[in-house]
């Protein structure tokens, strides 16, 4: 197979040499794939535009031997153009394509159910109809739960018991009082129930939500991601709330803070 | 593999940027045929790049004194500044001779997926120069990629509210190219930025 096309998202772009760079994009059909697209940074490259992160693209590739290069792209949706207009939904949407790529182990693995993740994920955070953090963790408790590691929220993790007195990491979800290893969390109630909203896609439920437990949803989530990774997310850092628009005055002169560690 | 100095020199030569193992054999077999009068004087730059240059005090920009050239210009206009990720894009602007305001290189563009946000650019710096009310425009020149845009985006949002005019570089197509291979989002781009013909 010397060509072949594909649809996919651009995660990452690395430069390469002079005027090239390495594009890793998570495919419909392929996976993830990390290809050569020669020439993109010249201004008056072909690609142009087109192979920026966050964009969904339809791509054709040419199999090399090492690595695959970019013969021809078009683009279905450039969502990045949209996010580079408002930082909070850009550095939210660079943690989801880190995820993304970290959550896609090996290259050209078919990972559909990632990729549509992924898709549905940009998409509701280019329309803008729910608070961006909320759509971050209910990316992150989705695309665990396609990879294996949904986190039990509604019975003990261990031993199935329905009486939850807490949130283990290491035990894979909530956990009962019996079974509550030392240092588990201890979630209030509304928190768990908003976890549940988000993995199971119940916006209704989950909009409402006060920002306390949202804050709280927000760790355990990212805590939880982390810790089955095995990696950290470096984005996740960078990810800015909404309601913490910076003043005039940066943090380190004293003003609010414009980020916050997840 | 070559003895001593020869390997050294060529496992050195390896580490630059964009030089491959056998470009770097093919350099080192130049120097070690070229005259030894250029290749000492090749190894003196190389000495002083590292004694002699330093950053703007000011701005950021490379400049071989404490404050650069363009700072130092009393003829430079004060009141814009053009904010850049590289001292490299500073040449880029300076070679088009339309701007004559100064410069302030911010070291890079936010860039969370490689860890580097607000924080990690001269940020700060920017804001302790546009303290003192004398700048009235800013002009935010970030490269016109992802990465560029969302740091312009983050500067204007810190900006606007000191009551300054920022503008942003027009994007749009290349001049001498063919319409038709435009990307989407440039030709976008070009759209809404159209200007009105006076003729």
């Known amino acids: 197979m010397s060509l072949y096309r594909d649809e996919g998202v651009v995660l990452r772009t690395q430069k390469l040499g002079e005027a090239d760079r390495i594009i890793t994009i998570l495919t419909r059909r392929t996976g993830r794939v990390r290809a050569v697209a020669k020439g993109v940074r010249r201004t008056k490259s072909k690609f142009g535009g087109r192979l920026e992160p966050f964009s969904h693209v339809d791509v054709q590739f040419h199999t090399g031997r090492t690595l695959d290069v970019v013969t021809q792209v078009e683009v279905l949706h450039p969502y990045g153009a949209r996010l580079a207009q408002d930082y909070p939904r850009y550095t939210t949407g660079i943690a989801m394509l880190e995820t993304a790529e970290k959550l896609t182990v090996g290259e050209k693995e078919p990972s559909l159910r990632q990729f549509l993740l992924l898709v549905g994920g940009l998409r509701t955070l280019v329309e803008n109809t729910h608070e961006a953090r909320l759509i971050l963790d209910a990316y992150f408790l989705r695309s665990l739960a396609v990879a294996g590691y949904a986190p039990s929220l509604d019975k003990c993790a261990r031993c199935g018991s329905e009486h939850i007195r807490g949130f283990a990491i290491v035990a894979g979800g909530a956990v009962c009082g019996a079974c509550r290893p030392a240092g588990a969390a201890t979630p209030s109630a509304e928190s768990l129930a908003l976890m549940r909203s988000l993995l199971r896609g119940d916006w209704a439920a989950a909009d409402v939500s006060q920002s306390r437990h949202r804050g709280e949803c927000s760790g355990l989530v990212a805590a939880y991601l982390q810790w089955h990774l095995e990696h950290g997310i470096r984005s996740l850092r960078h990810v800015e709330r909404e309601s913490d628009a910076p003043s005039s005055v940066p943090a380190s002169f004293g003003g609010n803070p414009a980020t916050h560690p997840a | ?199």
């Open chain 2, 1 to 199: 593999m070559y003895e001593g100095v020869v390997q050294s020199l060529i496992d050195e030569l390896g580490l630059l940027p964009g030089v491959g193992p056998k470009s770097a054999q093919r350099i080192a077999f130049h120097i070690l045929s070229a005259d030894p009068a250029d290749v000492r004087r090749l190894a003196q730059v190389l000495t002083e790049i590292k004694d002699k240059v330093h950053f703007c005090r000011i701005c950021g920009n490379v400049a071989a004194e404490e404050e650069c050239r363009i700072c130092r210009d009393a003829r430079r206009d004060p009141q814009v500044i053009c904010v850049v990720e590289e001292s490299k894009d500073v040449v880029a602007i300076e070679k088009t001779r339309e701007f004559r305001g100064r410069y302030h290189v911010l070291g890079g563009a936010i860039s969370p997926i490689e860890g580097v946000g607000p924080d990690d650019l001269r940020i700060k710096e920017l804001m302790k120069r546009l303290a003192d009310g004398e700048v009235t425009e800013v002009i935010l020149a970030t490269d016109p990629n992802l990465e560029g845009e969302a740091t312009a985006t983050y500067l204007a949002r810190l900006l606007k509210p000191m009551g300054l005019k920022v503008t942003r570089l027009a994007s749009g197509l290349p001049v001498g190219g063919d319409l038709e291979y435009a990307d989407e989002v440039t030709l976008g781009r070009a759209f809404e930025g159209r200007r009105l013909l006076d003729v």
